[in-house]
């Protein structure tokens, strides 16, 4: 079992930067990991993905603008989100897995491990 959550979340203006935490615990050690968004009457999207050699995958939407990271030491996750964008707006979520298909790193449906969420709200 692997316990996520979340902080870091908050109101900011458009332009401005956030960096997200996730703090992985119980038998968290070799998961693949990810971040997801969910705007109010909209899908779960992914947003990035780092893998267990560190790999990292990222949504179209905020490459060059999000950097996922993680501390394999801590099991803890990052997402610094820069140059944030009012259609950023969203509850952001941490997810885990032991074992991710290569060609879906940013599926909701690969991950079975979930936090409970954090707001992210952008003014523009």
């Known amino acids: 079992q692997v316990r996520l959550v979340e902080s870091g979340g908050g109101s900011v203006q458009a332009g401005s930067s956030l960096r997200l935490s996730c703090e992985a615990s119980g038998n968290a050690g070799g998961i693949d990991m990810a971040w997801f968004r969910q705007a109010p009457g909209k899908e779960r999207e992914g947003v990035a993905a780092i893998a267990r050699d560190g790999t990292t995958y990222y949504a179209d939407s905020v490459k060059d603008r999000f950097t996922i990271s993680k501390d394999n030491a801590k099991n803890n996750l990052y997402l610094e989100m820069n140059a944030l964008k009012a259609e950023d707006t969203a509850t952001y979520y941490c997810?885990?897995?032991?074992?991710?298909?290569?060609?879906?790193?940013?599926?909701?449906?690969?991950?079975?491990?979930w936090g409970q969420g954090t707001q992210v709200t952008v003014s523009s």
């Open positions: 997810a885990a897995d032991r074992r991710v298909s290569v060609w879906l790193r940013l599926a909701a449906t690969e991950y079975a491990y």
